[in-house]
């Protein structure tokens, strides 16, 4: 088969590839919806991706070209039409998720975005929003557990849950706080003797890792124990 | 006095892989999460494993493993995903065994449960040996020990199946009050009629098999686990639970 395919292929006639490939594989034709489940969803996500990134152009387009409009509308009182709160809804919750996902966090950025969705008195997609958030302070609170003396990597941490924290978002903390445990059971103490020893640094991390404690709702007397 | 709670969990989830890929197929109404088992991993076994103390102010004092302080078990298909794709609660319940052997003279909490969720007495006698077999077997592959009791899926049973368990030397198991009809105590020829649920299920009682083998038996608190089953605020808070428990 194989060798009959090749040369008829080297000969570059079309017409007879396809009658050997209908002759030796069969005349059914399978279809994308004959592909399992997840796979089937990875090729749709790749075929809508480019539409979906269209709509985005074009909401966006429609959203910033009529902001100034639409402010003005508001600021007299007068009802902003649905319209133009469909498009700031898309556009805004498109945007904040990005922003979420990029690295470095820029936390103004998201603060300003979570600002105009109030302004604009439309919904925080929260339950996508939160689980993106939250798997990313995961990933940071994961690498953390595993290089707990990168000081940099704690600041972040600390900033994205300041920032999680002003915006309209219900973070699940679960998994968050068993790794903020699990660092200080092993690490809180070793810190807190270089810290008494003089070591700015180690005082840094232990004031800054105390205080990331305290946003995550553990009591830290009890958790943080220095001997 | 010293007074105990006993707690069992039984936690189960059917096999929900496509036979084809082995893998388990992407559900919409889990979302955001990608199928049930991630979700109730997320929402209910992992939580199990590191659970909160918290202090007057809701404040978490510490986290704890519930897993080590209560009996359990866990479905042989659900552990068998679970040691796949959630190895952090997998790996906290394995080690909540292990830690409570050391804690209980040697008497580890998990129980085991036969392979599928299968109502034993309807099935024949050789399937019955097989779900046996296969959950004693998946049981030791596991927790690396002999199961001491043995979870029957909706505490369903009938004799020849407290037999067959006796016959592999599973010393317990759990039912309903409502499946005891009378007791004696041992040695006494006059039998108490218990029928209707009206067992006393804060002690243990042994079975005779017509066939001499023995069995203990626990029986499970039908009000109570009816109202942790259904009264959404009752593990809410401990205290809560707790005054609910006592008489």
Redesign the interface.
Same mark, same amino acid.
């Not at chain 1, 995550?216 to 009591?219: E, K, T």
């Not at chain 2, 102010?57 to 986290?63: A, F, G, K, V, W």
């Given at each position: 088969m194989k060798n009959e395919i090749i040369s008829t292929f080297e000969r570059g006639d079309l017409a007879d590839i396809v009658r050997l490939m209908d002759n030796h594989f069969g005349m059914h034709n399978y279809s994308l919806v004959d592909l399992?489940? =997840?796979q089937q %969803?990875s090729i749709l996500n790749i075929l809508i991706g480019k539409s979906l990134r269209e709509f985005e152009e074009a909401y966006r387009h429609l959203y910033e070209h009529n902001r100034v409009l639409m402010g003005f509308l508001k600021e007299t009182g007068i009802p902003v039409k649905k319209a133009f709160s469909a498009a700031a809804e898309f556009v805004l919750n498109w945007s904040i998720e990005k922003a979420v996902l990029q690295e470095p966090t820029d936390v103004n950025r998201i603060q300003q975005l979570a600002e105009e969705m109030k302004a604009w008195n439309v919904p925080l997609d929260s339950? =996508?929003l939160?689980?993106t958030a939250r798997q990313k302070l995961e990933g940071f609170m994961g690498r953390l557990l595993n290089e707990p003396f990168n000081y940099d990597l704690l600041i972040e941490i600390q900033k994205m849950i300041e920032l999680f924290k002003s915006i309209p978002l219900e973070i699940n903390y679960? %998994?968050i706080? *068993?790794l903020y445990?699990t660092i200080a059971r092993s690490y809180f103490r070793d810190f807190h003797k270089i810290a008494g020893e003089g070591k700015e640094k180690a005082s840094q991390w232990v004031d800054t890792f105390r205080s990331l404690g305290g946003m995550? !709702?553990? *009591?830290i007397s !009890?958790?943080l124990t220095e001997n | 006095m010293d007074r105990y709670v006993c707690i069992h969990g039984h936690f189960y989830q059917p096999p929900r892989e496509?036979p084809? &890929?082995e893998?388990v197929?992407?559900q919409d109404s889990a979302?955001?999460y990608h199928d049930w088992n991630e979700r109730i991993t997320t929402e209910c076994y992992?939580?199990n494993s590191?659970s909160?103390i918290l202090?007057a102010?809701?404040? &978490?004092?510490?986290?704890v493993n519930n897993y080590d302080k209560i009996s359990f078990n866990f479905g042989p298909t659900l552990l068998s995903w679970m040691e796949a794709n959630a190895p952090e609660p997998y790996q906290a319940i394995l080690e909540a065994d292990r830690q409570s052997v050391r804690q209980r003279a040697g008497h580890g909490n998990a129980m085991a449960q036969c392979y599928n969720h299968i109502i034993m007495p309807l099935a024949s006698t050789r399937d019955k040996r097989t779900q046996i077999i296969w959950g004693i077997r998946d049981f030791e592959y596991r927790f690396k020990r002999y199961p001491e009791g043995m979870w029957l899926p909706e505490t369903a049973v009938d004799i020849e199946t407290l037999d067959i368990l006796a016959e592999f030397n599973i010393k317990f198991t759990v039912l309903s009050p409502h499946q005891a009809s009378k007791v004696r105590r041992i040695g006494v020829g006059k039998w108490k009629d218990v029928s209707g649920g009206q067992i006393d299920p804060t002690r243990a009682y042994l079975y005779r098999l017509p066939s001499n083998r023995k069995i203990n038996i626990f029986f499970y608190d039908g009000q109570i686990s009816r109202s942790i089953a259904f009264e959404e605020k009752l593990l809410n808070r401990g205290e809560d639970f707790l005054a609910r428990l006592s008489p």
């Open positions: 399992f489940k =997840d %969803r339950v =996508d939160e689980f679960w %998994r706080q *068993n445990y995550l !709702s553990f *009591n !009890s958790v | 496509n084809w &890929i893998a197929e992407i979302y955001p992992a939580p590191a909160r202090d102010e809701n404040y &978490i004092m510490s986290i």
